[in-house]
């Protein structure tokens, strides 16, 4: 069994995510999350998913395409990392991921399907990685990351979104 992070595998912002993580396999939370997300949202009718419960707050289908924007963006860092990349890897803004993407031009099960083609392709990431390249750790921006820190900041930071996608916008 895979061990969680230590705290000096990820920058101190990151421990929020992590610390949503249930103990067990990170492969089996994936696959469990994937499951939940997709149950959850299948629920929802198109029309309401262009709504956000707040102003100036994302939509539900933004919320969605921001989880699969960033589920990419930490698989390829971890993918990097696992694999020895010692050049220091991009930040990314959020925010300017979202307002420059078109998520709500989308069919809702458009966006659900790339969160799972998205998923599916992370899980197999970290089922690939051997001990040596899980725990070989590597810098984003300024800061030193672990390549099993960013299969848990996935995993914590989807468990984050689930919690408020049910409890704020269902």
């Known amino acids: 069994m895979r061990i969680r992070p230590l705290s000096d595998e990820y920058p101190e912002y990151y421990g929020r995510y992590i610390h949503l993580v249930p103990d067990g396999e990170i492969e ?5 999350q994937q499951t939940e997300m ?19 707050k994302w939509t539900l289908k933004e919320v969605i395409g921001h989880l699969a924007d960033t589920e990419r963006v930490m698989s390829y860092r971890m ?9 220091p890897l991009p930040v990314f803004d959020q925010d ?4 420059a993407a078109t998520f709500n031009a989308f069919p809702l099960a458009r966006l659900l399907d790339d969160f799972e083609a998205v998923r599916v392709a992370t899980i197999s990431l970290a089922t690939t990685l051997d001990e ?6 590597g810098t984003v921006g300024e800061n030193v990351v672990s390549a099993r820190a960013l299969a848990y900041i996935i995993a914590g930071h989807e468990r984050h979104h689930f919690t408020v996608l049910r409890d704020k916008y269902l």
């Open 38 to 56: 997709m149950h959850l949202i299948r629920q929802v009718v198109e029309e309401t998913a262009e709504h956000s419960y707040a102003a100036g």
């Open 96 to 99: 300017a991921y979202v307002a």
């Open 79 to 87: 993918l990097a990392i696992g694999r020895g990349e010692r050049a």
């Open 132 to 137: 040596a390249a899980w725990i070989r750790r």
């Open 28 to 32: 089996e939370t994936l696959r469990t």
